[in-house]
Nanobody, 113 residues
Framework: QVQLVESGGGLVQAGGSLRLSCVAS????????MDWYRQAPGKQRELVAT???????GHADSVKGRFTISRDNAKNTVYLQMNSLKPEDTAVYYC???????WGQGTQVTVSS
């Protein structure tokens, strides 16, 4: 069992930056691959970025070069650094632990034009 709590969302102007954090508890974080997803209004939830327990990362084409996923195992935390934000990045962002099929509660990111 694992619990995930996201933070760091907010309202930002286009071109701005935000860093999302997701703190995990209840399991061995260092052994867990972690994902960030997002869901915009009226759209399906989509995978944004993924990181293995070894730190190997992958990013969706729509965010490649702008977003960076990282992790700090000492803090049981996975991050999503989001730069050069666009209005189309507006969504609720969720972290996800695939080994446990566990979702966080989500954090809202709104990018104004």
């Amino acid at each position: 069992q694992v619990q995930l709590v996201e933070s760091g969302g907010g309202l930002v102007q286009a071109g701005g930056s935000l860093r999302l954090s997701c703190v995990a508890s209840g399991s061995i974080f260092s052994a867990m691959p972690m994902d960030w997803y997002r869901q915009a209004p009226g759209k399906q939830r989509e995978l944004v970025a993924t990181i293995t327990n070894d730190g190997i990362t992958g990013h969706a084409d729509s965010v490649k070069g702008r977003f960076t996923i990282s992790r700090d195992n000492a803090k049981n935390t996975v991050y999503l650094q989001m730069n050069s934000l666009k209005p189309e990045d507006t969504a609720v962002y969720y972290c996800y632990a695939p080994l446990y099929a566990a979702w966080g509660q989500g954090t809202q990111v709104t990018v104004s034009s």
